[in-house]
């Protein structure tokens, strides 16, 4: 029996699929850089939908690791493109997949890291102190000239992939696509396995978990470092879409437009990510061209859904969240 969100999730895809065949029918490339700016932030929520959306992890402070996929895509590719060693005398490289794959164990570390010791506490404190090591790491963006300090990184020509142009709009669109794909699968899996049950299970009632033998900060550790490696790719895509990355990327504005994205979408709904991201743009290309104050919209739409529909958008279509 197909369900009311499974056919609101239908018709995203569709939505999704049909941007380029629009962008391309009425000779409008831009659609596809608006298109693919909604993949990317849709990718860096899907991260934290899973903190959370199943933890229940309230973070102001995952900016870090978008910022930091960032700017190792952006030093990879400087490093490369002037042939300079890096730390250590390794070389730089301009190939996508690497660069995702070190963007995935630089952030997965210092997710490590920060969350070891964020995670011993909980509440107002968790959000302050994940903020904190957050603006550490912004101001140590800010204080690094050898790769631009406040005024960031340029980079001027696009990382590729083997066999794509990815200096093309729609080549460049269709990776994105399919890596945010793979972080909706990842977070379905996770949901529905026995990992996504315990998580939910210590957001609900911490103590019974642990009575049941699982330690719930061995579990939340898990997903914190989870998504800070979804979001750390999404940041090094992000990098690679302007072609500059800055401390910007890092800011708690950041962290604060990503928890917008999943509670306009919907906290915990697999599509929520995508449907907040694609709101936020629209409005933002939309409005931003009529008024400078166009958040002035997005806060009262917001306002809206938390006093009107708590489920999110998604939450208002479907009705009542089906798990599994």
Not at 264 to 275: A, I
Request: hydrophobic share 55%; glycine share 14%.
């Amino acid at each position: 029996m197909i369900t009311r969100e499974r056919l609101v999730e239908i018709t995203l895809v569709l939505l999704l699929a049909a941007v380029p065949i629009a962008a391309q029918l009425l000779n409008e490339p831009f659609y596809l850089t608006l298109a693919t700016r909604v993949a990317i932030l849709g990718l860096a929520a899907v991260g934290l939908n899973i903190a959370l959306g199943l933890g229940g992890l309230v973070s102001f402070g995952h900016a870090a690791f978008f910022g930091v996929g960032g700017y190792v895509a952006g030093v990879l590719a400087i490093h490369a493109f002037n042939g300079t060693p890096m730390l250590l005398g390794l070389p730089g490289t301009k190939l996508m997949p690497f660069i995702w794959i070190v963007a995935i164990l630089v952030s997965g570390l210092v997710a490590l890291g920060i969350g070891a010791l964020t995670l011993r506490t909980s509440g107002v404190y968790f959000i302050m102190i994940t903020l904190a090591f957050a603006q550490m790491i912004y101001y140590f963006a800010i204080s690094w000239p050898a790769y631009g300090g406040e005024d960031g990184l340029s980079f001027y020509v696009r990382n590729g992939f083997p066999g794509v142009d990815t200096l093309k709009p729609l080549p460049f669109l269709l990776i994105c696509y399919a890596l945010l794909a793979l972080g909706l699968i990842l977070f379905q899996v996770l949901r529905k396995s026995r990992f996504g049950a315990a998580l939910q299970g210590a957001r609900q009632n911490e103590v019974r978990v642990a009575a049941t033998g699982i330690s719930p900060y061995r579990i939340r550790l898990v997903a914190f470092v989870i998504w800070a490696m979804i979001t750390g790719v999404a940041g090094a895509l992000y990098a690679d879409l302007n072609r500059f990355v800055s401390p910007a990327m890092l800011s708690w504005h950041m962290s604060g437009e990503l928890i917008v994205l999943i509670v306009l979408g919907g906290v915990g709904r697999r599509f929520g990510p995508v449907v907040g991201a694609g709101l936020y743009v629209l409005l933002e290309y939309w409005l931003g061209g009529i008024t400078e104050r166009w958040q002035l919209f997005l806060g009262l739409m917001l306002l809206g859904v938390v006093l009107f529909a708590r489920g999110g958008l998604i939450g208002l279509l479907a009705g009542k969240p089906r798990h599994g």
